[in-house]
Nanobody, 123 residues
Framework: QVQLMESGGGSVQAGGSLRLSCAAS????????MGWFRQAPGKEREGVAQ???????TYADSVKGRFTISKDNAKNTLYLQMNSLRPEDTAMYYC?????????????????WGQGTQVTVSS
């Protein structure tokens, strides 16, 4: 059973930084895609950053240049370094993964999700 456990969320002032972690367990080998998604109250879930097994990454336009996704395969851990945080980054952040070798890194392809970690940025 694949399990994803996020940590690292919290409250920070605008301009500050946080690093989110997602510890993955319950599988052998490597996921095809892993990603970070977020959902603010009253808004739809949006993709923040994704990383493919081959190493290429994608980011939402709103976080480009501020957030960095990375993965430590030895530790089965996904990270999201968030710098220059803004109040509009406030949301619940979720880690997700899929193992479908034929499928691209797209929200609809993810079938494993964590419980989320809250990020709150105050102005």
């Amino acid at each position: 059973q694949v399990q994803l456990m996020e940590s690292g969320g919290g409250s920070v002032q605008a301009g500050g930084s946080l690093r989110l972690s997602c510890a993955a367990s319950g599988y052998a080998g490597s996921s095809t895609c892993m990603g970070w998604f977020r959902q603010a109250p009253g808004k739809e879930r949006e993709g923040v950053a994704q990383i493919h097994r081959a190493g290429y990454t994608t980011y939402a336009d709103s976080v480009k240049g501020r957030f960095t996704i990375s993965k430590d395969n030895a530790k089965n851990t996904l990270y999201l370094q968030m710098n220059s945080l803004r109040p509009e980054d406030t949301a619940m952040y979720y880690c997700a993964a899929h193992f479908k070798s034929w499928a691209v890194c797209r929200a609809t392809n993810y079938n494993y999700w964590g419980q989320g970690t809250q990020v709150t940025v105050s102005s």
